[in-house]
């Protein structure tokens, strides 16, 4: 090899090796509700707290590994929603049998947190180009959820206060305090939760492969009379089950 040609060569990799990476960046029409995947962290009045790493398919399927921790306990597991009709569960120990219930939990909290994101920035994700504090206060207008499975909300008046920043060119991270009101027989009082955590918006490998053999993986129906439910108990793989449930 040539003097000149091994001069070549070490300045395009020195080329190379100093180009920046190619990242995926944000569309201007994309939607705080466009997620590919979130990292959500919740503290709940009385110091109970959840973090939930969720990842969604493009066919809709979630991905969830949750960390659930009250003051004397933890409780790890991870969940999947199939064809938005089943949900496969492993871990949760002792509370294994509630695990397919515990999905509404984090479902809920993250439509909560993705609804407060676009109430406080509506121009979307890629308007957040710096560290940026925002606030917003709520007289009117209650927060409706719905899972598909369970509902909730809260009722007005509610307030936000928000710090939001880049994270990479395809994410945004966020903080989150949220003060809203409860009603009851003894009147109406203030309570607060943060939410803090990240979301991404470029496209990502959903963790189960369609692959994946369901021997470790408890099977549970959001409704318990699910057609499909007969067939599926022969799948062998996340596919199959998927084929059986768009079968019925």
């Given at each position: 090899?040539?003097?000149h040609?091994?001069?070549?060569l070490?300045?395009l990799?020195?080329?190379?090796?100093?180009?920046?990476?190619?990242?995926a960046?944000?569309r201007p029409e994309?939607?705080?509700?466009?997620?590919?995947?979130?990292l959500?962290?919740?503290t709940?009045?009385g110091?109970y707290r959840?973090?939930?790493?969720?990842?969604?398919?493009?066919g809709g399927d979630l991905f969830v590994?949750?960390d659930?921790?009250?003051p004397?306990?933890?409780?790890?597991g991870?969940?999947?929603?199939?064809e938005?009709r089943a949900?496969l569960?492993?871990?949760?120990g002792d509370?294994?049998?509630e695990a397919?219930?515990?999905?509404?939990?984090a479902?809920?909290?993250?439509?909560?947190?993705?609804?407060?994101l676009e109430?406080?920035?509506?121009?979307g994700?890629i308007k957040?180009?710096?560290?940026?504090?925002l606030?917003?206060?709520?007289?009117?207008n209650p927060?409706?959820?719905?899972?598909g499975?369970?509902?909730?909300?809260?009722?007005?008046p509610?307030n936000v206060?928000?710090?939001?920043a880049p994270a990479?060119n395809d994410?945004?991270?966020?903080?989150?305090?949220?003060?809203?009101?409860v009603h009851?027989e003894?009147g109406?009082?203030?309570a607060?939760m943060?939410?803090?955590?990240?979301?991404d918006?470029?496209?990502?490998?959903f963790p189960l492969?369609?692959?994946?053999?369901?021997d470790e993986?408890?099977?549970?129906?959001?409704d318990?009379g699910?057609?499909?439910a007969?067939a599926?108990?022969q799948?062998?793989t996340l596919?199959?089950?998927r084929?059986?449930?768009q079968a019925?």
């Amino acid at each position: 090899m040539s003097h000149h040609l091994i001069i070549r060569l070490a300045v395009l990799l020195l080329l190379l090796s100093a180009a920046p990476p190619i990242q995926a960046e944000i569309r201007p029409e994309t939607r705080w509700a466009d997620p590919s995947h979130v990292l959500l962290k919740v503290t709940f009045p009385g110091d109970y707290r959840a973090q939930w790493d969720v990842d969604r398919h493009s066919g809709g399927d979630l991905f969830v590994r949750a960390d659930l921790a009250v003051p004397d306990e933890k409780v790890s597991g991870e969940l999947v929603l199939v064809e938005r009709r089943a949900v496969l569960s492993r871990g949760f120990g002792d509370y294994k049998a509630e695990a397919a219930s515990s999905l509404d939990a984090a479902a809920l909290m993250l439509q909560l947190a993705l609804h407060l994101l676009e109430r406080i920035e509506p121009g979307g994700p890629i308007k957040i180009e710096k560290e940026t504090t925002l606030e917003l206060k709520e007289e009117l207008n209650p927060i409706l959820l719905d899972s598909g499975n369970a509902a909730g909300g809260f009722q007005p008046p509610w307030n936000v206060y928000a710090k939001l920043a880049p994270a990479d060119n395809d994410g945004r991270k966020f903080y989150i305090n949220f003060t809203f009101t409860v009603h009851s027989e003894q009147g109406s009082q203030k309570a607060s939760m943060r939410l803090q955590g990240r979301a991404d918006f470029s496209r990502r490998v959903f963790p189960l492969e369609g692959n994946s053999g369901l021997d470790e993986w408890q099977l549970d129906w959001r409704d318990p009379g699910d057609p499909a439910a007969a067939a599926a108990g022969q799948a062998q793989t996340l596919d199959e089950l998927r084929a059986a449930i768009q079968a019925h």
